[in-house]
């Protein structure tokens, strides 16, 4: 097959004049280049699309592909990861990957949580801070301390710090006050889960779909840092230790919950779900990533599929057999 390949480069967006936090989500030189060299080997022909205004031009022009391998993120807005899905619907172009709707609905992780409570499965309760005037009524809120604050659409550990985890109304009042004036976005406040953290693979369609693997995220120097931030991501290879999950009972259970959430919030093809236990030992839901990241070395869930035996190019494999079985494509 011909597949287009749908990307933001963070190289392209540096050169532009944003800042290293500003493209934390789009993906490195490295990452792109393996994934052609990655899709080629699998008998395919590859034709390198890039962001969405790039494919806005080549549509115009007339350009057409048999699939396109889609992990484009967008720049701004909670609708940005739906662009360029939209845009191949309009012109009846099959793609990997979630639809617009869900793009949107998990890039918003106060939308997906509400669907995922209304499924009746687990997630930390939460409140919205869409401004300075919400935290007036914080004595009301019925939530337990101690809180977690993150921004509603972001990714990559952006806007997540060791301030994140809040212990009292004035620490929560400026965690929420620096998001909604440097990132200019609401605020996701959830009660805080002191359990354990892990994240798992999916790959598959509907009824089909199954998890590949999951991992748990350990951390090397507990006492200086145990927030999952942005820049704990960064630094990984130093301070946290990615290891498979040993208990088959609560490997199942986190699995479950992670397919479940899949299902639920109509993922495709692939994705990476975020589970963390609670104060009782029970797996909760924290969100999904329907683009997740593929680089070969350093990403989750090349990372965790590895672990499971899984090699980056088998990885490339089962996403696009998904995708292709879902639509009715191949070569």
């Excluded at 997906?112 to 009301?140: C, H, M, N, Y």
């Excluded at 009042?173 to 990132?183: H, M, V």
Aim: proline share 6%; charged share 25%; hydrophobic share 45%.
């Amino acid at each position: 097959m011909r597949i287009g390949l749908t990307y933001d480069l963070c190289s392209e967006w540096l050169a532009l004049g944003y800042a290293p936090e500003d493209v934390a989500e789009f993906d490195t030189d490295e990452t792109i280049d393996i994934l052609d060299e990655t899709i080629r080997s699998l008998g395919h022909r590859t034709d390198r699309i890039g962001h969405a205004r790039s494919l806005c031009a080549r549509l115009v022009a007339g350009d057409r592909w048999d699939l396109v391998f889609n992990i484009a993120e967008g720049l701004r807005g909670r609708g940005r990861e739906a662009l360029v899905p939209a845009l191949l619907e309009l012109y009846g172009i099959g793609y990997t990957f979630a639809d617009p709707l869900a793009c949107a609905t998990t890039l918003d992780k106060s939308v997906a949580k509400r669907l995922i409570r209304e499924a009746g499965l687990p997630t930390p309760a939460f409140r919205v801070v869409q401004d300075e005037a919400d935290l007036r009524d914080l004595p009301s809120w019925e939530l337990r301390w101690p809180l977690f604050a993150k921004p509603v659409a972001e990714g990559t550990g952006k806007g997540i710090a060791e301030t994140s985890r809040v212990e009292t109304p004035e620490e929560l009042e400026a965690c929420c006050r620096d998001i909604l004036t440097r990132l200019r976005e609401p605020v996701l406040v959830e009660e805080y889960l002191p359990g354990r953290e892990f994240t798992v693979g999916i790959l598959g369609n509907g009824p089909s779909a199954r998890a590949i693997g999951s991992m748990e995220v350990v951390f090397l120097k507990p006492e200086a840092r145990t927030i999952y931030s942005f820049a704990t991501k960064h630094d990984y290879e130093d301070l946290v230790d990615y290891q498979p999950v040993a208990a088959p009972a609560l490997r199942a259970r986190i699995e479950a919950l992670a397919v479940a959430a899949f299902r639920v919030l109509e993922c495709r093809d692939g994705a990476r779900a975020d589970i963390r236990l609670d104060a009782a030992g029970e797996p909760s839901f924290l969100e999904i990533n329907p683009l997740p990241g593929l680089n070969a070395l350093h990403s989750d869930l090349p990372l965790l599929a590895q672990m499971h035996g899984m090699e980056f190019r088998d990885l490339i494999a089962g996403i696009l057999d998904a995708a292709c079985q879902r639509l009715g494509v191949g070569p």
